[in-house]
């Protein structure tokens, strides 16, 4: 199993342009987020997932959108970037069946938006 | 609301000296509690986590953590450091029974390991 892959792993945005963040994963999970990353800040909860065809907001979901057409993919997509949003994005995931509660990582895409 | 303080940003150590990284958590209601850890430039990784029964959890890597209800405390400790461990550590909430596994996540604790 590859687990939860990302792409790209880095990313320089100009202001305005929009792009998309790919996540993957192939365990088979029903659950997926995002999350975004900014030093000395933990982690921020963008947006998520329970299932194919289902998404809500989490804590920071202001100038993303995201989809869940299928169960292993979850693109958050970014519109009109600025650069607030300069930051590693995280996707994770996990499965409610075994109730471990333990969320996989991906290993980040580092965007700067300039 | 669940929160989460972790009360050092940046914990300096000797390899081979015990650790202690410090995590407090603010619920109303019953928690879960998790110990993640993030080496350089790589996605968290969980660590340990107590959802119930012994207070005292074992994680990878030979660390551990206690939770004690009472002082709402889950510190992680490791008796000897090794430069391996140097990463940083996040500590997280989540509610047991919800339905969609949200954690919420400490701001991280910088483990230094000093040669």
């Known amino acids: 199993n590859a687990g939860v892959t990302q792409t790209p792993k880095f990313r320089i945005l100009k202001i305005g342009q929009s792009m998309t963040l790919q996540c993957t994963q192939d365990m088979n999970h029903n659950y997926m987020y995002w999350y975004r990353q900014d030093p000395g800040m933990g982690l921020k909860l963008i947006y998520y997932?329970?299932?194919?065809?289902?998404?809500d907001k989490g804590e920071v979901p202001n100038g993303y959108n995201v989809s869940r057409s299928t169960t292993e993919d979850f693109p958050l997509r970014l519109e009109l970037a600025a650069p607030s949003q300069t930051s590693v994005y995280f996707c994770?995931?996990?499965?409610?069946?075994?109730?471990?509660?333990?969320?996989?990582f991906g290993p980040g895409t580092r965007l700067t938006v300039t | 609301a669940q929160s989460v303080t972790q009360l050092d940003s940046q914990v300096p150590v000797f390899e081979e000296a015990p650790v202690e990284l410090r995590c407090n958590y603010s619920?109303?209601?019953?928690?879960?509690l998790f110990w993640y850890v993030q080496y350089p430039n790589q996605g968290l990784q969980l660590l340990l986590k107590?959802?119930?029964?012994?207070?005292l959890v074992k994680g990878i890597n030979g660390f551990e953590a206690e939770f004690n209800k009472s002082q709402t405390s889950f510190h992680l400790r490791k008796p000897s450091v090794h430069i391996s461990d140097t990463a940083e550590y996040f500590c997280?909430?989540?509610?047991?029974?919800?339905?969609?596994?949200?954690?919420?996540f400490g701001k991280g604790t910088r483990l230094h390991i000093l040669p």
């Open positions: 994770a995931s996990s499965y409610s069946g075994t109730l471990s509660y333990e969320q996989y």
């Open positions: 997932s329970v299932g194919a065809g289902i998404t």
């Open positions: 107590y959802l119930s029964g012994s207070t």
């Open positions: 997280a909430v989540s509610l047991p029974l919800n339905r969609d596994d949200k954690i919420i």
């Open positions: 619920s109303s209601v019953s928690v879960y």
